[in-house]
């Protein structure tokens, strides 16, 4: 499962900034992914996060599907089960984005790529359901 990587927002807009916040072990990942995939939710988040004046340089991040390519990134599809699991999540967090993340990794297959610690202590305490 680690080779199909899904991006957390932060490594999303890290790694493409080449931003020296992305680790060495999430740069490795990355590198040694078979396939490397962005959500929509993570550029609903970006996009919510300049609009509120969060995220000034919010529209740098957010390519075009033709330049998400270029890079080799694929979008994943959200379907009306990522978002039922995502609300029906049995998890106290209450950030949206986080918990589509987590069902679209789950749901899919994939390695969920993040450096937030609540994310990361919930998906090891939940891996192989």
Known sequence: MGRLILFDTHIFMWWLADDPNLSRAHRRAIEEAERLFVSPASYWEIATKHRIGKLPDGPTYLLSKADLARVGVET????????SAAGLLDWEHQD????MLVCQAQHHGLRLLTSDKIVTRWLSAHEGR
């Open 76 to 83: 994943l599809a959200m379907d009306t089960e990522d978002a």
């Open 96 to 99: 949206p984005f986080d918990r």
